[in-house]
């Protein structure tokens, strides 16, 4: 495909996003470079003793091959557990990658493995306060499994939340290998998501039992594989394949069937041609710049992703030396159409998705709009029109069927569900930047309706989600229109956990018919949308935001359309009130393991990271002067 004339602000924001990020991209690829070595295996200048250790436990043939430092060597790390429906099929990978890797000329070793937490399962829990924590947790894991010089290529796998964020932030570090992420796939479609949002309002009214409540969500959640909704797991999904660093076609492909299983022996076969001794190497440093880090934005405001994304690319980006912003996301915002309805942002879920033309579908119509870099190297060559093509296994599966990938449809197959670029659902991708007295924040408004975009209420102050539910449980949130101010909820108070346990009872009052909006220094989870949230507040509460000296009763704007964050009052001249967690009050559930993670993670515009960039300018505009 010849790439369309590239959309004027796409042109722009990758022009500044070069500019900005030159002395810290050069820095980092000069690293990647050094890294690379001269010889022609990752483990040449390895000493005997230190060899030896590396094939100790290695079959004989493995041994010989891995002795004679010609063959390339993967290294599988693997978020396996058996908890996780989304990561439970890995435990069959690692042997079929293995063999896979032999067949193709090469070898693989199990390099370790990062742990892998569910924030469906913390969700209003004590273990939310580590998940954004371990995002980075998971970055120093992949470092130290990479960090033997045994490996010529890395296969990742992983798929939810923290954990893909985590794994190619580490990978980064390690930018002169080349890096397949290899999926999982989705769970087939369950109880649709809109009846089980239905059921948790009615619950949260206490018009349904915990009997029926559960009964919902175990038909919701109910097989291996991904949950099915469109928060950060999926979008994940759908950035790495927009990305190039999986395969075309094979993110949304389910567990268990022949077409997962030949993508995953494919995906080990592609690592090793990607080496250096492959033939075509592609370090993962390298195929991550910035032209990708556009088109990653651009895919999630088109599809309409998880706000955690906002968090989660910028540190990405930097880890690669990239000066990503969230004013960068919010001026692509403006000109990306959205076009995908996908729950919570619509009734269809993944599956439905990708059988209306999914990734493939989506890639060629922002292609052909100019919205995204065709000139890109991939895993799979260079191109992103690679990535309109879609895998297939052909032949008679007693005559060993044969995987290829086939040109993918060039027109959606369901309009309810995706949309050409010049038919979308909206003009823009629903995501903006928000600034005034309160700080810089970011909403997403692709599940809002047009109505509940602007509310301008009296706040409620809340220092404890657990406070806001006991309210909403005694009625004392009923018949009033309020903007629920949610704070000490930052990376720096308590980890800035997601408060999605509110969304039930937030729906409950804006389908009442009060205006409701809530204002945090915490996430939301990718899973919530229709009541208007300004989240990441920056600076946050802890460390002297604005939100610290809001009180109750002070009158606070949401405004979408302006992208204004604002309390009539002034708070310079107040002193701070309330407080986060502090000393004893971590101790539980590991949180007193992280009092350095607390102590040392920056803010939620850079990342909401505890690494430092590298060597990382400061924008030269703060978000705040775009008022």
């Known amino acids: 495909m010849t790439e369309q004339t590239l959309h004027p602000v796409i042109a722009d924001v990758t022009r500044r996003l070069v500019e900005r990020s030159a002395p810290s991209r050069a820095a980092y690829l000069s690293r990647v470079r050094a890294a690379a070595g001269t010889g022609p295996a990752a483990r040449t200048d390895l000493g005997c003793a230190n060899l030896a250790h590396g094939f100790a436990a290695s079959e004989p043939t493995e ?36 063999k896979a890797a032999v067949r193709a000329g090469g070898l693989a070793q199990v390099a370790g493995g990062v742990p892998a937490m569910c924030d469906g399962i913390t969700q209003g829990r004590a273990g939310m306060q580590l998940s954004l924590y371990s995002r980075d947790v998971i970055a120093m894991s992949t470092a130290i499994a990479l960090s033997h010089d045994m490996f ?43 009846e089980k949002a239905r059921v948790r309002q009615l619950h949260a009214e206490g018009k349904a039992t915990r009997d029926e409540l559960l009964a919902a969500e175990a038909a919701s959640y109910h097989s291996k594989g991904t949950c099915t909704f469109y928060g950060t797991a999926n979008s994940n999904q759908l950035l790495m394949e927009v990305m190039g660093l999986h395969l075309p076609g094979s993110s949304f492909v389910n ?20 080496t250096r001794q492959g033939g075509e190497p592609t370090p993962v440093g390298e195929l991550v710049d910035e032209r990708t880090i556009v088109n990653a934005c651009v895919a999630l405001l088109a599809s309409g992703g998880s706000t955690n994304h906002t968090l989660h690319l910028v540190a990405i980006a930097r880890a690669a030396g ?36 999914g990734i493939a579908f989506l890639v060629h119509t922002l292609l052909r709009a100019g919205l995204l870099h065709e000139d890109v190297q991939t895993i799979a060559g260079h191109g992103l029109s690679l990535y309109t093509r879609e895998p297939v296994l052909r032949g008679a599966p007693s005559d060993g069927q044969s995987l290829t990938w086939e040109e993918g449809p060039k027109a959606s197959l369901d309009h309810t569900v995706l949309r050409p670029a010049d038919e979308p659902f909206a003009a823009d991708g629903g995501l903006k930047v928000l600034t005034g007295d309160l700080g810089t924040a970011v909403i997403k408004t692709s599940a809002v309706a047009p109505e509940h975009r602007v509310v301008t209420a009296p706040a409620l102050v809340f220092d404890d989600q657990a406070d806001f539910l006991a309210a909403f449980a005694d009625g004392a949130l009923d018949g009033r229109d309020l903007v ?46 229709k009541v208007p949230a300004a989240i990441h507040v920056t600076p946050e509460a802890a460390l002297g935001g604005p939100l610290s ?40 559930t590991g949180r007193e393991l ?30 705040a002067q775009h008022a």
């Not at 396996?80 to 293995?98: G, R």
């Not at 969230?326 to 692509?332: E, G, H, K, R, V």
């Not at 204004?564 to 101790?587: M, Q, Y």
């Open 152 to 194: 010529d290529g890395a296969l990742l796998l992983g798929v939810c939340d923290k954990i893909v964020p985590g794994l190619l932030i580490g990978a980064l570090s390690f930018g002169h290998l080349p890096t397949v992420f290899v999926p999982a796939g989705p769970m087939p479609s369950g109880l649709p998501n809109g």
């Open 255 to 274: 567990p268990g069937t022949p077409l997962r299983e030949a993508l995953t022996r494919a995906a080990a076969e592609r690592a090793v041609a990607i």
């Open 63 to 98: 041994k010989v091959a891995l002795r004679g430092r010609t063959k390339p060597n993967l290294a599988i790390v693997t978020s396996y557990n058996d908890m996780l429906s989304a990561h439970q099929p890995f435990v069959d990978y690692p042997p079929a990658l293995k």
């Open 322 to 357: 990239i000066a990503l912003t969230w004013d960068d996301l919010s001026d692509l915002s403006a000109v990306v159409p959205l076009l995908c309805r996908i729950y919570p942002n619509g009734q269809a879920d993944v599956n439905h998705f990708h059988a209306a033309g």
């Open 549 to 588: 000296c809001v009180r109750d009763g002070d009158l606070v704007t949401v405004d979408a359309l302006t992208g204004r964050l604002t309390v009539e009052a002034d708070l310079r001249s107040r002193p701070a009130t309330g407080r986060g967690p502090e000393g004893d009050e971590f101790s539980g």
């Open 484 to 529: 629920a101010v949610i704070r000490y909820q930052g990376p720096a108070a308590n980890g800035m956990p997601e408060l999605h346990k509110l969304t039930p009872a937030l729906g409950v009052l804006q389908d009442r018919g009060q205006q409701v909006a809530i204002v945090t220094d915490g996430r939301m989870s990718g899973a919530s949308g």
């Open 594 to 623: 992280f009092a350095a993670f607390r102590a040392t993670v920056g803010p939620a515009d850079a990342g909401a990271s505890v690494f430092p960039a590298f060597d990382m300018p400061t924008p030269e505009v703060p978000v």
